[in-house]
């Protein structure tokens, strides 16, 4: 079965400040895709990344940057000098290759950026 | 502006009432999705659709159900037999054809459901 940790319930940082958000999958599948989703006060989740199983690069857009490792079975993602917008909870997800292509969630962490 | 809508945005729900929450999609999309989300925990599948008029058990089927008469709409009705409805419920849609946006969910506003 395929299963997502994110151990850091919640975090909070000042301002400025870089912060990384942990995530741990497991799955038997050889091909699958990653994801990270952040969902505002409003509700809404909003998709941020997607990585396929075969493509370990590293990845930045602008202020964010994703870890994937295999070897770990770890995605994670940093936000560079945060901003109090960036305030939100982020989920990370697993999903099946082909099929259905459901989602598989974190618990998801909560990140409050502090002025 | 192509999107998902789910409505009402909030919703009350009577002890032994069926309530039923909207979604529409306008963004063509084949596959769609119902997900629950109870404070502090992330999401969990319902039911899912992969085409008009099938639709598959997600992981917390029990006390929903559904229906997938059109491509756009996708609409979950919480029975009376769900004792603990009270949650966050999220739609997604997802297309199978254009490769660049496989596997992508997109997601709704959501519906916020309370118990009277």
């Known amino acids: 079965a395929q299963k997502v940790t994110q151990a850091q319930t919640e975090i909070s940082v000042v301002e400025k400040e870089d912060v990384t958000l942990d995530c741990v999958y497991e799955?038997?599948?050889?091909?699958?895709?990653l994801f990270w989703y952040k969902q505002p006060p409003s509700g809404e989740l909003v998709f941020l990344i997607r990585?396929?199983?075969?493509?370990?690069q590293n990845e930045i857009s602008g202020r964010y940057s994703w870890n994937f490792q295999k070897s770990t079975s770890s995605f994670n993602f940093t936000i560079t000098a945060s901003q109090v917008v960036d305030s939100a909870v982020y989920f990370c997800?697993?999903?099946?290759?082909?099929?259905?292509?459901?989602?598989?969630f974190g618990q998801g962490t909560r990140l409050t950026i502090n002025p | 502006d192509g999107g998902i809508t789910q409505s009402p945005k909030y919703l009350f729900r009577k002890e032994g009432q069926n309530v039923t929450l909207s979604c529409e999609q306008n963004?063509?999309?084949?596959?769609m999705y119902w997900y629950r989300q109870d404070p502090g925990q992330g999401l969990r599948l319902i039911y899912y659709?992969?085409?008009?008029?099938?639709?598959q058990k997600g992981d917390i089927a029990e006390g929903y159900s559904v229906s997938r008469e059109k491509k756009e709409s996708f609409p979950l009705t919480v029975t009376s037999a769900q004792k603990n409805p009270t949650a966050f419920y999220l739609c997604?849609?997802?297309?199978?054809?254009?490769?660049?946006?496989?596997?992508?969910?997109?997601f709704g506003a959501g519906t916020r459901l309370s118990v009277l």
């Open positions: 997604a849609s997802s297309t199978r054809s254009t490769l660049g946006l496989k596997y992508i969910q997109y």
């Open positions: 799955t038997r599948d050889t091909t699958y895709y």
């Open positions: 990585r396929n199983s075969f493509d370990e």
């Open positions: 997800a697993l999903s099946e290759a082909g099929g259905a292509q459901k989602l598989v």
């Open positions: 963004l063509n999309h084949d596959a």
């Open positions: 659709s992969q085409i008009v008029n099938d639709f």
